[in-house]
């Protein structure tokens, strides 16, 4: 048996890099967020082992052009020649292994060697300087991106802590402007509890402000509003009129969600912005709340949840949802509190962001029956609030569809009909849910036909009279599987009304998907078409109010008649927004033509004096 050799995986330093610039980070700018990571892990260990102590980070930016260089200094734990070797000697060796400091749950630092590994994207080579506060010499450790370092000792004494000096290569000197540091350390490190600092230019500016007494308990943020409302104006850059705050149950997750100030769109993007253990990790983040918050925009800091490898975004897993549900229902409670002690705050809300408010309520009974009063829906009483509507004291119908309340609008208006209009997204569903609800409320789903219950009949003088007239044109219509009716309604303006069942509506989809379908599909769906009964025919109304109809009927000639009934047809089919068949579209080119002929004949026939 031959012998079994063992090899080392050689890495390519330079490749990586690379991996890290184009693949792993958003951006080269994500050094300056690993260095402060890195920094305020070492202070937050080093104030576990002395609970009063007090760090800060200090960036400071000296020289210019070539030679400008950038210092990261903290006053943490710092490293002994173990943890270099450990740490920056063997990148992406993790630290969740061995009992001290390094395996502290608050702290970051097992990414270390990672961390400091983004910084070769601005700087061809990394000094740090270090004093562990476990006692120990100084240290140095010099790397570059091909791969190789140097580890010394120190003569002199340094305080505890660490300095990480970066060299700016030449083409990212944008990344070591003073403005643009200033900006990326506001943009990472604004909640960070640690003072941080950059000095430049001879000058120094504090970055972050102290912490407010809210953040750790967002319920107390009620009494803070303007402060809590120009802190979210400063770090989302846009004003605010009102907030919700936020919390899990066990605090580990909290924040303020922030109310638009204009409406948006179902579609639109949810961005929040994001820190973990106080460091911002996002602010796109688009998973953190419900899909139905999009009307608010989030500060949310958490120190729970798992960031991904690029620690941009966190993985999508059972925590994370559970965060979520938790996020969604702070708000939810927080709504439903406005309800009961500030309903004009909840209706301005309201106003301003029906569709989401609809959302959430088709997902929560308790909240849709907290707000129903205060939605608005299109009806043929205008735009009303459903609680405007109610106080009309009369029953209040809403239809299914767009289309279905498009047919019946004019003529329910005409009989005085309260409908709503249910087509719209959420609408039906939150309408059948307030009529379940609500029992006592005369709410009830119209159907197009139902409409017909308020039409007059003709008296049997008339109908003998129009038996023949109503024969031919119901003839003329069976192909399409079409009743006719003559009644009298209101709107006179109004000639013809066409209703579907719900079956007939089923076979006219049908009959619409088998045009457009191969042979073999055609066949099937024909099958299925035959299945339909009686129940299938749909119905047009004549009205006989309309003086229009009534000459149409009453006429002698039957020549006209035909035509005229496919053209009312198919003009009732357009009013009710339906889509044609090619047969339907077919009549309706072929009217058009015989009633041009016609009428160039009568003009003809007339002298041509007129049409």
Known sequence: ??????????????????????????????????????????????????????????????GSGEHVTMTVEDTGIGLTEEDIHQFLAMIGHSSKVGKDFLANETSFIGRFGIGLLSCFMVSDEIVVLTQSAKGGPSMEWRGKPDGTYTIRKLDTQLAIGTKVYLRCKADSADYFEPAAVEELLFYYGALLPYPVTLVAGGQQKSINAAQPAWFAEPELARGKRREVLEFGSRLLAEPFEDFIPLRTANGRTGGIAYILPHSVNLNARRSHKVYLKQMLVSDKAENILPEWAFFVKCLIWTDELQPTASREHFYEDDRLQSVRDELGEAIRDELVRMGSHEPERLQRIIALHALPMKALAAEDAAFLNTIYKWLTFESTYGERTLGELMNEKQKIYYTATVDEYRQITHVAAAQSLLVLNGGYIYNNQLLDGIAYLNPELELERLMPEDVSLSFTDLTMEEKNS????????????????????????????????????????????LEKAKESSTDLLSSVLGNLGASFGESA???????????????????????????????????????????????????????????????LSANAGNGGTSI
Request: aromatic share 10%.
């Open 1 to 62: 048996m031959s012998e079994q050799q063992e090899y080392r995986f050689q890495v390519n330093l330079s490749g990586m890099i690379n991996i890290l610039s184009n693949h792993l980070y958003s951006s080269p700018k994500v050094f300056l967020r690993e260095l402060l990571q890195n920094a305020t892990d070492a202070i937050t260990a080093r104030s576990g082992m002395d609970p009063a102590y007090k760090g800060k980070v200090s960036v400071e930016i000296a």
């Open 466 to 509: 129009y038996y023949d007239m109503i024969r031919l044109a119901d003839v003329t219509l069976q192909r399409f599987r079409c009743h006719i009716q003559l009644k009298r309604f209101k709107p006179a303006e109004l000639p013809a009304l066409y209703t579907l069942s719900k079956e007939s509506s089923a076979l006219r989809s």
């Open 537 to 599: 025919y749909s119905t047009l109304y004549f009205n006989l109010n309309n003086p229009l109809i009534s000459r149409l009927f009453a006429a002698s000639s039957k020549e006209m008649l035909p035509a005229a009934v496919e053209m009312l047809y198919t003009n009732a089919l357009m009013m009710g927004h339906y889509p044609m068949s090619r047969q339907e579209l077919a009549v309706l080119n072929q009217g058009i033509v015989r009633f041009i002929d016609w009428g």
